[in-house]
């Protein structure tokens, strides 16, 4: 796997990352797709339980995560510095470290959940495998995996949105989200088989949200 399919900044160019929030504000229903996740991670994660949010990018999620689960340790995980960085001012009282979603450094079964949140599109095929199984690696029994990416589209007016998110983001690492080849990833990664518990349209596309068991 290359450099660039290792790590990508979290706008997908470095120049952007400082505007990543407001661009996720604008073109992803982030509100409504993040109090959905939130609750479903919130619901499944056991007292004082250990959360690894991976690519966790500027850190929104995470402090959502600390702010409705005090009682959780959470750890967020990137490989873009640059968004590091805007995650430790936007909440200090978090941890934070610099790490790749295929190598995230951690102990075996050392988490209850992990958490990807538009992280999976940004990798190739291959990218997509290790990344869901080094998830599966660190996760406890009983863990969960919560992913929020983009699923197949809905309907004709979706394709195109799609389409604009792929000349972006590029064709290679979108094409199995565009065929709806996912949940494969994710079922051949170790875990069980669960239809999206929710389905959002949003100016690029079909936003899927997933929530699999450990198998």
Known sequence: ?????????????????RFYDPILALTSR??????????????????????????????????LLAQARPDASI???DGDPDALAIARRKAPG??????????TGEPDRSADAVTMSLVLHHLDADGKAAALGEARRVLRPGGMLHVAD????????????????????????TRDHAAGNLPGF??????????????????????????????
């Open 94 to 103: 978090l941890d934070f470290r610099q790490a790749l979603a295929d190598d």
């Open 150 to 173: 983009w699923g197949p589209p809905q309907d004709p007016a979706m394709r195109v949105a799609f389409t604009v998110l792929q000349l972006v983001d590029g064709f290679a690492t």
């Open 1 to 17: 796997m290359s450099e660039r399919q290792r790590y990508v900044p979290a706008a997908g160019f470095r120049a952007l990352t």
């Open 30 to 63: 982030e509100q409504a797709f993040r109090s959905r996740l939130l609750a479903a991670v919130s619901a499944g994660l056991p007292d004082g339980g250990r959360v690894l949010d991976v690519g966790c990018g500027t850190g929104s999620f995470a402090l």
């Open 186 to 215: 994710i079922a051949r990664a170790g875990f069980a088989p669960a239809p999206a518990f929710a389905t959002l349209r949003t100016a690029f596309g079909s936003l899927e949200l997933r929530s699999h068991a450990i198998l």
């Open 75 to 77: 750890l967020g995980l």
